[in-house]
């Protein structure tokens, strides 16, 4: 597996996929030739919801507006579903040419060259194989992740603070999510609306609403987001975890020591299947950040490896079959609300598995290979072609 930078990664919303990867292409294209002139073909998925996610936008704030935008729906047989087709010119003739492939959590591959490949950082692949490891070694899973990689607990703080900071500016942020769809922010609402007589669990899930409101609704507008593991996933993990840290009051250590814990659950799951909707639909984002922010938790409260597996395992297995059909194309309709619910998805996990500890029957490993098999088996239009679903049914209020 790679280094945990490659999965959680800080950057421009909306779409890990759609924005940051492309963002990160037209870098690395700016790098190689300063000089050139640029022709940037977008297909599949890219074409079809990439002017709702602002990839051109993205492209074009990087190379400059004479970089030329070509939105080609038609292309089949593509190598990914994300793939950027890249003439390079200069003096008027083409110099170079690349296809690159926004792979999923904002990485990108150059095709057929070495040129983006990231080495392996950890060498176990399966929750199975580390578990062993972890029992054969008496360690918790953070110990693992900064055994392997000893400047991941520097980085992961650097990652909660960006939390920590999209939460705040979500929360004090008002009005209407650009891209003409009329959703209006509603983050702040519910963190100052406090209802008379609230239980502590109804305050709870308001609360937890908000900063996943909060951190999706800065995604939505272009804000700067952690990719957790993508941008349309991005606040599920921060939700959970600011919650814990306001009204339960761990420390940022423990936090980030959380975060590591959910980041080998993600980083099994993008080795072993994807965390791409464009490939896996909506599971693979959603299901995966609700199954990275339960074993987060259960790390947080100190369990047991058994108990960390069941409680990922619930939360991915629960969201099989979840599809992606962003409406126009925007990640708002139906992701803002779908990041709410996963949060509070995710401490029910913890819960069962704190209950049910030991019956366990569905190993983690497994449910992260059906997932893959299930998105593989999901129609086109439900892997964020907004082609299906809500997006194709959706007519407004
Ligand atoms: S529906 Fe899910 S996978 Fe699709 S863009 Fe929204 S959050 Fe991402």
């Known amino acids: 597996m790679k280094s945990l930078k490659e999965l959680y990664r800080i950057g421009a919303g909306p779409s890990s996929s759609h924005s940051m990867g492309p963002e990160a292409a037209a870098l690395k294209l700016k790098e190689l030739y300063p000089r050139a002139k640029f022709k940037i073909t977008l ?8 002017k709702g996610h602002g ?50 959590g904002g990485r990108i591959v150059f095709e057929g060259e070495s040129l983006a490949e990231t080495p392996e950082v950890y060498k176990l692949n399966s929750f199975e194989e580390i578990k062993q490891y972890l029992n054969d070694n008496e360690m918790r899973l953070p110990d693992y992740v900064f055994a392997v990689e000893p400047d991941a607990k520097d980085y992961l703080t650097e990652v909660w603070a960006q939390m920590r900071a ?25 963190w100052q609306s406090k209802h008379i007589g609230e239980t502590a669990e109804i305050a709870e899930n308001r609360m937890i609403c908000a900063f996943a409101f909060a951190t999706s609704e800065q995604n939505a507008a272009g804000g700067r987001v952690v ?45 072993n299947a994807s965390i791409s909707g464009a490939e896996c639909g909506c599971q693979a984002e959603i299901g995966s950040a609700c199954s ?14 058994e108990q960390i597996e069941y409680a ?13 059909d962003p409406v126009n194309g925007l990640v708002q309709i139906p992701c803002i609300e779908r990041n709410a619910v996963a949060a509070m998805r995710a401490i029910n996990a913890v819960n ?14 497994t449910i992260i290979t059906t997932m893959y098999e299930t998105g593989r088996d999901l129609s086109g239009r439900y892997r964020e072609t907004s082609e299906g679903g809500l997006a194709k049914l959706y007519r407004g209020k």
């Open 55 to 104: 990839t051109d936008a993205v492209i074009k704030r990087v190379l400059g507006d004479d970089a030329e935008i070509v939105f080609d729906c038609k292309s089949e047989n593509l190598s990914h579903p994300n793939t950027m087709i890249i003439s390079v010119s200069e003096d008027g003739k083409e110099i170079a040419s690349h296809t690159v492939l926004s792979v999923g």
């Open 166 to 190: 999209t939460i705040k500016e979500g929360l004090n942020a008002e009005g209407e999510l650009p891209g003409g769809l009329g959703v209006v922010r509603k983050a702040k609402y519910l």
């Open 312 to 324: 990922a395992e619930i939360a991915m297995e629960h969201h099989l079959g979840l599809t992606c």
């Open 352 to 365: 069962i598995a704190n209950f049910l500890t030991y019956t366990r029957k569905v190993s983690l490993d």
């Open 227 to 271: 990719t957790a593991p993508t941008c349309g996933s991005c606040g599920v993990i921060p939700a959970v975890m600011y919650y814990m840290k306001k009204q339960h009051k761990f420390t940022d250590e423990q936090i980030v020591r959380a975060l590591a814990a959910a980041g080998v659950v993600g980083n099994l799951i993008k080795t």
């Open 292 to 305: 990275m922010a339960a074993a987060g938790l259960a790390e947080l409260y100190d369990m047991d490896i």
């Open 43 to 50: 297909c599949g998925s890219l074409a079809l919801t990439g």
